[in-house]
């Protein structure tokens, strides 16, 4: 038993329940729940305040998921969800951490409480600091905490010995200053949450069409014909998504939804901004659900491209847009061949889907061009998720649905600003042409070397070659794989800094001395310089609009992001013999000097501050969305991908990781999982009724499950089976308790990016 504070949540079991599935999402449950959550938080003048200034034109930004919000009107009554709702009341709690609690509570018995218990203590007050071999964090000064980060960093052999991790709440501001400093400072090691969610989407969209992003607007989906949603429970992870598809829906689209579970959020929704909506009267959604299997996707999308020329063989030229092809794309030819040769009985095998409705799919794309495939993690996190999407790319370049309105491609960011972290330079592997921009403007040769990723700066910390790791915002160990890993990793490193809003199991498992650095939330306002900030954030579609803060902190010492980056920033490149370059107190006089300096940097930001001020902010230029493609050679590609079996041996199943409705990332809020039946409790596997029977297990067992990937054992201890309609060998879990079993090196090809949607496991009763 090792004498380490947990780096993982305790295998505590609560009194759990099951209750049925839901089938209408949204509605008055979601609305009692919004509320529930913030006065219990907050008090009902202080929640309300907030709730009516979210996402509003000169408001503030919802912290959480990074859905548009209507370039138009935006709604009077509520422009949030239930999860913005949860979200918020996060961080507008008024319950604070300060010196007095941490004296009372060591680090051990703090990482003895489960994820949910440590960050409902409140927000942390003052900066803290714990010094080597101590088992309490004490107050320090900020000014005390910046000179001991700046003399760590300098006193590195060199600067790539030191990791800039960035979470997608940081805004644009904080970010670009941030990788600013990094650069100066010396090294592109900025890995960010991106590396781990949408990281395949950015590599495959890039490399077919030319931009690592989205290409349609929200109004888009408004005037699509047929919406494919692969991947992705809009209903917990993005939910106001839901009132677009409720748009859609009544200007006739077809939905089709294709996820191994049935989300209620893809079956049907319960406006809650109508009369309707809120008696139970629910807008049906999804028209054609595929339960397909886990990683079964690529070989959907080619049954459908098979299907779909064999109706295009009977009549040219009418089921693909034959003229956008010749125009627009290369690879056509390659692609077709590959097509010609595969078997439609091993693709439905592969997707676990029978012919028939796989069929069925194809009929409602064959006469269709406004067509929009929207996706996340089901996609994204798998060994062959770049080739996949690609695999997206290609049927729509078949169909000419890129560059018109209706139609085109749409990753669903899950968090507010991670776009906006990458297109301000929060990325390990910058371009060149970013970095001789920031030469120009700045004077400093910025490292051309690319940094580590998340996975690789996890190794690089393992091995001992990184000992600095800075996080801006996030959680980075629960949020990571391999926790048993990455815990030995950031224990390994000489400090630790995590700039916070709340505590969280990573400032639990830490290294030899530790910080925590407390900042502003989106909802605080900022008087940063002496006069009230705002900052700016991208959304999912590109659009860039500002943030301010309407609330008063809950403490006079907390600090904006910008600010920390500034005072970071002097107390250690000032402290340098050649000092910086870059005069940080301009930031810290004004933010509008930050965004002068993205402007002259990056291109698409003109007269950033003029038009981050006009209301509802301005869309980045998007090539894709006029139906131009950035590619060497101006053209789209079609990609030729090749199937990747996955053998399971006797007893052995495929499982992904998933949010809980009481969850945003690794935050949370609750212990129900209301539209999955689940309450009060989070160690659940579900699994399919006969592969339960055939485990020798039956409802309500307590299991271990385990992973053995390259001759590991990893456990994650006591989970209750549950029934539930998942496909054969297929099995979901919560994250982050099962990330313990997502091994580090077990990542899709190209991105990275950890595979926490198909880890190999086995079952077995708990002793
Ligand atoms: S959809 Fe996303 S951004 Fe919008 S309120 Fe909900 S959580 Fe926040």
């Not at 408001?59 to 239930?82: K, L, M, N, T, V």
Request: aromatic fraction near 8%; charged fraction near 20%; proline fraction near 6%.
């Amino acid at each position: 038993m090792s004498n380490e504070p947990n780096a993982e949540n305790p295998d505590i079991l609560y009194k759990f329940h099951k209750g049925p599935i839901k089938h209408k999402a949204v509605g008055l449950p979601a609305i009692i729940s919004s509320f529930r959550h913030t006065f219990s938080q907050a008090g009902i003048a202080r929640s309300l305040k907030a709730l009516a200034r979210v996402n509003q034109k000169g408001g503030f930004d919802c912290p959480s998921c990074a859905w548009p919000d209507p370039d138009d009107e935006r709604s009077g009554i509520a422009e949030y969800c239930e999860n913005g709702a949860k979200a918020i009341a996060d961080e507008i709690t008024t319950k604070k951490l300060t010196p007095e609690f941490f004296a009372k509570n060591a680090i051990k018995d703090l990482a003895g409480q489960t994820d949910k218990d440590i960050g409902s203590h409140g927000r942390i007050a003052q900066p803290m600091y714990l010094p080597k071999g101590a088992t309490h964090y004490q107050p320090i000064s900020w000014e005390d905490a910046f000179s001991r980060i700046g003399t760590a960093l300098n006193g590195l052999e060199n600067p790539n010995q030191a990791i800039f991790y960035t979470s997608g709440r940081t805004s644009n501001e904080a970010a670009f200053l941030y990788q600013l400093f990094a650069r100066e400072y010396g090294t592109n090691n900025l890995p960010d949450c991106s590396n781990m969610c949408h990281e395949s989407s950015g590599v495959a969209l890039t490399e077919s069409l030319g931009l690592g992003k989205g290409s349609v607007r929200l109004d888009d989906l408004y005037v699509a014909e047929v919406i494919v949603i692969m991947g992705q429970n809009p209903g917990t992870n993005a939910p106001r998504m839901l009132t677009a598809l409720e748009k859609a829906k009544h200007n006739g689209a077809t939905i089709i939804s294709v996820n191994p579970l049935p989300e209620t959020g893809l079956m049907s929704f319960r406006n809650p901004q109508h009369v309707k909506g809120i008696l139970g009267i629910a807008t049906p959604l999804t028209d054609l659900y595929l339960p397909i299997k886990l990683n079964g996707d690529m070989a959907l999308l080619q049954a459908i491209e098979l299907l779909l020329w064999l109706e295009e063989q009977k009549a040219p030229g009418t089921v693909f847009d034959t003229g956008f092809i010749r125009d627009h794309t290369v690879g056509y030819g390659e692609f077709l061949a590959h097509l010609k040769q595969i078997d439609l009985s091993e693709l439905a095998e592969a997707c676990g889907l029978s012919i028939a409705d796989i069929g069925k799919a194809a009929a409602i794309l064959k006469d269709k061009k406004r067509i929009i495939v929207c996706w996340a993690m089901g996609l994204t996190q798998h060994t062959n998720a770049v080739d996949t999407i690609k695999e997206v790319a290609n049927l729509l370049l078949l169909k000419g649905s890129i560059g018109k309105p209706g139609a085109g491609t749409c990753p669903v960011r899950g968090h507010s600003n991670v776009q906006g972290d990458r297109t301000v330079g929060i990325w390990e592997k910058p371009k060149p042409a970013f970095l001789q921009s920031l030469e120009k403007v700045f004077g400093f040769r910025p490292p051309y070397e690319h940094g580590y990723d998340v996975v690789d700066s996890i190794r690089a910390m393992h091995e001992g070659k990184a000992s600095v790791f800075f996080a801006m915002g996030g959680n980075f160990l629960s949020a990571t794989p391999d926790t048993t890993y990455t815990a030995m990793a950031l224990r390994q490193c000489s400090l630790t800094v995590h700039v916070s809003t709340k505590l969280n199991r990573s400032h639990l498992v830490h290294g030899e001395e530790a910080l925590i650095l407390p900042c502003l939330a989106r909802s605080d306002r900022d008087f940063t310089g002496g006069s009230q900030q705002f900052v700016s954030c991208e959304n999912s579609m590109g659009v860039v609009q500002s943030s301010e803060g309407i609330l008063n902190p809950v403490s006079t010492h907390l600090m904006s992001e910008p600010a920390i980056v500034c005072h970071l920033a002097k107390a250690t490149l000032g402290k340098r013999p050649q000092g910086s370059v870059v005069n940080w107190d301009r930031y810290l006089a004004s933010y509008d000097a930050i965004r002068e300096d993205i402007e002259k940097t990056i291109p698409g930001f003109e007269s950033y501050n003029l038009r981050v001020r006009e209301p509802g902010g301005f869309y980045l230029p998007n090539p894709n969305r006029e139906g131009r493609f950035a590619t060497p050679d101006q053209k789209a590609h079609f990609n030729v991908a090749k199937l990747t079996h996955i053998p399971l041996e006797s007893g052995q199943l495929m499982m992904m990781t998933v949010r809980s409705h009481d969850q945003f990332n690794t935050t949370i809020y609750g212990l129900d999982d209301r539209y999955r039946g689940v309450y009060n409790e989070r160690r659940v596997i579900f699994l399919n009724e006969q592969d339960i029977s055939e485990q020798g297990l039956k409802p309500g067992d307590v299991v271990d499950i385990h992973n053995d990937h390259g001759g590991i054992r990893r456990t994650a201890h006591r989970f209750i089976v549950i029934p539930y309609p998942i496909p054969r060998s297929c099995a979901a879990t919560y994250y982050p308790e099962t990330n313990v079993l997502v091994p580090i090196d077990t990542v899709a090809a190209k991105s990275n990016t950890p595979v926490s949607k198909l880890v190999i496991i086995r079952i077995e009763r708990s002793v």
